[in-house]
């Protein structure tokens, strides 16, 4: 089940602690910076555009609850006009809607979650969990549309809340909320923790960790050939909170601007509700790490 990325990947995502994409990244506010709301102020008054490239490694599962971990190699990459327009490698294309030094509100389109059954594919656009999705079918991912507010309180803490609407075969609402902090430890070595919760809708619920009759049917035509696959029982996967994680990160910046940066990032999550009582989940808690390095142009 993915989006641009493994879901492993956006979640240790959604603790960026550097400073310089504190600076370019400006379509999600990182607290514990001092120079967040001035690096506002110069992108919309100086400095019209913003850019970070970079390379990351990373290592955890495949996919929500599936058993398979696996190594895998992304890009850094944001794009930032006068922090009005972004286009970001896991926050798509988007635009700033409010931009102030406490306060944002944004809203972005992205490619949309999707599952395939290929066992011949491991890439970061299909998973290899063949033995977890066989017999559940194709599923197409579409569009998704994401609604994001932050705000900051006590000057330290960034509350979020984020609204996806999933189109094509998901079909749904996705949600998370989450609190997150960060300050500087020693000379440019940034500390970063997060939390946050994830609850989804029925539709949403059902497409990703649902079986229905003609699934399992399916599934234990495919058992009975392969001693892989074991059949699923039909399950109604029911709205409900799905996760919840917990990251750290370490973020070291160099140079003169803080052009450069090394991140170490790790998340660690524990599978809810319908994820945690689907049949198709395998582990119900799982963690994440990745390095990355990146440069701001």
Known sequence: MNRSLPTWVGCIGLVCFSAAEAKAQDNRQIPGFQ????????????????????VGQGYGPLSEGSD???????PVFNVTFRDLIYVDIQDGVGLNVISEEMTLVSIDANFGTFRSENDEQDSIFADADFERFAGLGELDGGIAIEFYASQIVFDAVELSVSATREFGDIDGWEITAGAATGRE????????????????DERFSQALYGVTDTQAQARAAIAANNPAVSPYDVFDA????????????L????????????????????????????????????????????WEL
């Open 185 to 200: 430890v020693a000379e440019d070595l940034f500390l970063g923790a997060q939390i946050s919760a994830t609850w989804v």
């Open 238 to 249: 029911d709205s409900g909170f799905t996760d919840l994680t917990i990251g750290l990160g």
């Open 68 to 74: 398979d971990d696996d190594f895998i190699t992304f």
């Open 35 to 54: 120079n967040d709301a001035e690096s506002r102020s110069d992108n919309r008054d100086q400095d019209a555009w913003s850019v970070v490239i970079g």
């Open 251 to 294: 973020t070291q910046t160099f140079g003169k601007h803080d052009q450069f940066f090394v991140s170490l990032d790790s998340g660690y999550s524990i599978r809810l509700g319908p994820l945690r009582n689907s049949p198709i989940t395998e582990r119900t808690s799982s963690f994440g790490a990745a390095l990355s390095v990146g």
